[in-house]
């Protein structure tokens, strides 16, 4: 088996967490290899034939009116490398701990959610508040958003849960995100301003996906029941197949199949009977035979 075979079994048979992780990797493998092709041919990129541009949410309404697929797209794209690792990482972590309190469906439903709430926050802040309307072009990419929605969530469902943070040691999650939502909201300002807005809306979303969940509603839900609908067009037809069970004999089987070839016996001598003498040469007892041989 080679190498790509086995990394398309391993996406095939893997877990909702395997597979994210290997679209997002996927999606920043392509772009840095579009990158090297567009610096060494030295074509001038555009937001056209750019990749990052066309996987990346802009935040004038009226470009993304144009690429309206970047709502979803932008949540696995990265470029740089840290940006990636860490997110993947933090993903990762938070992931396997959401997945001990809710199921697999339920973490893509968060994910994609998470993410369209982070988008959504970031185009409303940079065409609503004065500070960002101001500002020049600007895009949004990575799955921070989609993350932190992940983390808010855990720390809200177990929030005295604890994780082992290296040279810190056990941290319970609420103090673990509460520190996250902070750092962001104090950071609005800073030169990633864009990213760290998302990422408040991402952890505000994981809140109250939480709580809708704990009344009953999966906010997320929609999420795969499109998925599945999509899939389920693709998705080959199987032919219904007939398949005959040989069950074993038993005993019982055998005194029903003697007592049956008995009657079928016992009737074929009444029939040939009335060919000989016709039916009124036939016993009353005879006659009830072949009544209820005939109803059956």
């Known amino acids: ?17 395997t597979r994210i992780l290997y679209v997002n990797i996927g999606v920043f493998i392509f772009l840095r290899l579009a990158d090297v092709v567009f610096k060494l041919t030295e074509i001038e990129p555009t937001v056209w034939t750019y990749p990052l541009y066309l996987f990346s949410i802009p935040s004038d309404p009226a470009e993304l009116a144009t690429k309206p697929w970047t709502l979803i797209t932008y949540m696995f794209t990265h470029f740089e490398f840290l940006h990636i690792l860490f997110n993947m990482l933090w993903f990762y972590w938070f992931a396997r701990f959401f997945l001990m309190l809710y199921n697999e469906k339920q973490l893509l439903g968060l994910y994609i959610t998470g993410g369209l709430a982070g988008a959504a926050t970031y185009l409303l802040a940079y065409n609503l508040i004065p500070y960002f309307a101001h500002q020049d072009h600007n895009i949004l990419l990575g799955a921070s958003a989609s993350v932190l929605a992940i983390v808010v969530a855990v720390a809200v469902t177990a929030p005295n849960n604890e994780i082992n943070l290296i040279f810190i040691g056990p941290v319970k999650m609420k103090y673990l995100a509460l520190f996250t939502v902070v750092i962001d909201l104090i950071s609005v300002t800073g030169d990633n301003a864009g990213g760290h807005i998302a990422h408040l809306g991402g952890a505000a979303w994981g809140w109250m996906y939480v709580m809708a969940f704990q009344k009953g509603n999966d906010m997320g839900k929609f999420v795969n029941i499109i998925i599945d609908s999509i899939v389920s067009i693709f998705k080959p037809k199987r032919k219904k197949m007939k398949v005959k069970w040989n069950r074993p004999v038993t005993d019982i089987d055998q005194e029903y199949r003697d007592q049956r070839a008995a009657k079928e016996h016992e009737i074929d001598a009444i029939l040939e009977k009335i060919k000989k003498s016709g039916y009124d040469s036939l016993t009353k007892d005879e006659k009830q035979k072949l009544f209820q041989a005939g109803n059956h």
């Open 1 to 17: 088996m080679s190498i790509w075979d086995e990394i398309k079994e391993s996406f095939k048979k893997g877990s909702i967490v």
